[in-house]
């Protein structure tokens, strides 16, 4: 044997992984079930608790059906929950008023919770695509083009006061060019956001990527006297095609085009990404999403290393139903494939995630 084989071996990786122990001392990263936000969709009603098709193993539940399962969520050492609130198809429309009822699926539950005294984080969704009729995410407006165009029309239509956010006329299709109204879709998140805090919301999450809703959520809820409530900002949402099972568990698609005039170019580059929760922060975010999650992992690592609050992750439905799908055909165990992927969001600056395999997860960190 060649003795100068090893002479510079001095250095030897696999010191730190010979056994459990030592690699657990040198891990980078931990799991556990407090860094876990749980999703859960809720509608009016009693003794609800609908399967998703799309989503095995997740549900659709009435408020009272969803404490119990809060219940069972704290029982596991999970300490975070969000609504996301159904809205019946009668009660929808152009500008999503439903979102405004005190009573709606989203307030309702969380009093329950309250009365029930569920030890957890109340966390609720700021949109408008499940409350309004078309399905985007805020009340409709036109480019000046389109308006010329529904003026021109406008001789044929007989236009009502509901037309504000239809400029295009009541019962006519949308222009190509129709779009959200930014400025009038943050006045009501900033309603929705008093709304929520009131029926015990500890955070509220606006997701709908309108410019400057953070700032106009901070001053409402300031004004309403909630100081200490605080804001998840979702700072960088792309336009993806990893959302569609959500749409189906929300009831929420979008009845014509699609969002891209609001969420984010999936080509564009980080930079963008970063400035935008940089902004966000500034206007009183104190913490900061980036969604989807694992396609998303190397925006996640820049974002979380230039904001001076924590980053949140959100592995979104298609993420969660790929994995669902694998496994039921026994491509990949499951439970490896999805820790392994947690740790990843960790590794990558995450510190919370919010994910569907939450109460899956921490049944596997306990056993």
């Not at 009660?91 to 539950?109: F, L, R, S, Y």
């Amino acid at each position: 044997m060649n003795n100068n084989t090893h002479s510079h071996s001095h250095i030897r990786m696999r010191r730190l992984r010979r056994n459990e122990l030592i690699r657990d001392l040198a891990a980078e990263t931990s799991l556990s079930p407090a860094d876990l936000i749980v999703p859960l969709f809720v509608r009016l009603g009693e003794d609800i608790r609908r399967p998703i098709m799309s989503m095995p193993g997740q549900f659709q539940f009435s408020p009272d059906m969803a404490v119990e399962e809060l219940r069972e969520m704290a029982s596991r050492g999970l300490r975070a929950f969000i609504l996301f609130g159904i809205t019946e198809p009668g009660d929808k429309d152009e500008t999503g008023q439903a979102a405004h009822d005190p009573n709606n699926a989203v307030c309702t539950t969380l009093r329950r919770v309250r009365d029930a005294g569920v030890n957890m984080l109340g966390i609720t969704d700021l949109c408008y695509c499940e409350y309004t009729s078309h399905g985007h995410c805020g009340p409709l407006t036109a480019s000046r083009e389109s308006k010329r165009s529904g003026r021109r029309r406008s001789k044929a239509v007989r236009r009502s006061s509901a037309a504000k956010y239809a400029p295009w006329g009541i019962g006519d299709a949308p222009p190509p060019s129709t779009t959200v109204d930014n400025d009038a879709t943050i006045e009501q998140l900033a309603h929705q956001a008093v709304l929520h805090a009131q029926a015990g919301a500890d955070m509220v999450a606006p997701s709908g990527m309108m410019d400057h809703a953070t700032g106009a959520i901070r001053t409402a809820l300031d004004s309403a006297g909630f100081l200490d409530r605080s804001i998840l900002s979702y700072s960088v949402k792309y336009a993806s095609s990893y959302y569609g099972p959500f749409r189906e568990a929300a009831e929420s698609p979008p009845q014509f085009g699609d969002r891209r005039s609001y969420q984010m170019d999936f080509r564009r580059s980080s930079k963008e990404a970063i400035r935008e929760a940089l902004l966000d922060v500034q206007e009183g975010a104190d913490m900061v999403m980036v969604k989807p999650a694992m396609p998303y992992l190397d925006i996640l690592a820049a974002v979380s290393a230039a904001v001076p609050v924590p980053t949140a992750v959100y592995q979104v439905s298609g993420e969660y139903s790929m994995f669902k799908a694998a496994a039921a055909a026994g491509w990949i165990d499951e439970k490896s494939i999805v820790l392994e992927t947690m740790h990843s969001f960790k590794r990558a600056g995450a510190a919370c995630i919010l994910t569907y395999y939450a109460a899956e997860i921490a049944e596997w960190l306990q056993a």
